[in-house]
């Protein structure tokens, strides 16, 4: 079990470039999620993947990001023309069901400038 | 829907003091409950979780936690805290059903002083 890995650790872009970050896992878990968390804030939740079929995505996932989880293993985060707004860490975590709670990653600290 | 409140920013405490870091929610259907920590440019590490059962529940590094259902809290307490214990402590809470999502509070940095 080596946890669950995000990367890259730290990204800086310029506004209106794309930008992909990278989450694998804990190989025996099947629920996978994406958050975001700004300074001085709690993680909020953005998308979650059972498998490989994305089952919810919150408001705040707007048409610029996509996420996908193809064949239930990693899974991807993309963000077309980034914004300034879009500075924040992202987490990923993954479960093997509720009672276990979440496994996060270390998290991809974006930066836009 | 369901919302965290975690009332206190900061808190400071010297070392080997108790500290409690006080946690509400509020939901209409059942909840779990838990509390994580955060270390500077870290994710977030799981501290204890209450899923239905005894109401104390016990974590690592000598945390619990109490499950009040009638005041909706879900406080953290430790008895005597280290340095080390310096860190962003989340509360969140899950429907017991569905995504099992978080919803999680703004969090409460503690910081420990010698």
């Known amino acids: 079990d080596t946890g669950v890995s995000q990367d890259p650790r730290h990204k800086i872009t310029k506004r209106g470039q794309n930008v992909t970050f990278r989450c694998d896992p804990i190989?025996?878990?099947?629920?996978l999620y994406w958050y975001r968390q700004t300074l001085g804030q709690g993680p909020e939740f953005l998308t979650y993947f059972q498998n490989e079929a994305q089952l919810e995505k919150s408001r705040l996932l707007s048409d610029r990001f996509s996420a996908e989880r193809p064949k239930g293993s990693f899974s991807t985060l993309e963000i077309q023309r980034t914004e300034q707004g879009d500075s924040a860490m992202y987490l990923c975590a993954s479960s093997q069901g509720q009672a276990t709670g979440y496994t996060f990653g270390s998290g991809t600290r974006l930066t836009v400038v | 829907a369901q919302s965290v409140t975690q009332l206190d920013s900061q808190v400071p405490v010297f070392e080997e003091a108790p500290v409690e870091l006080r946690c509400n929610y509020s939901?209409?259907?059942?909840?779990?409950l838990f509390w994580y920590v955060q270390y500077p440019n870290q994710g977030l590490q799981l501290l204890l979780k209450y899923l239905s059962g005894s109401t104390l529940v016990k974590g690592i590094n000598g945390f619990e936690a109490e499950f009040n259902k009638s005041q909706t809290s879900f406080h953290l307490r430790k008895p005597s805290v280290h340095i080390s214990d310096t860190a962003e402590y989340f509360c969140a809470v899950s429907e017991t059903s569905g995504t099992y999502k978080y919803i999680f509070g703004t969090g409460t940095r503690l910081k420990v002083l010698a």
């Open positions: 939901s209409s259907v059942s909840v779990y």
């Open positions: 190989s025996e878990h099947n629920r």
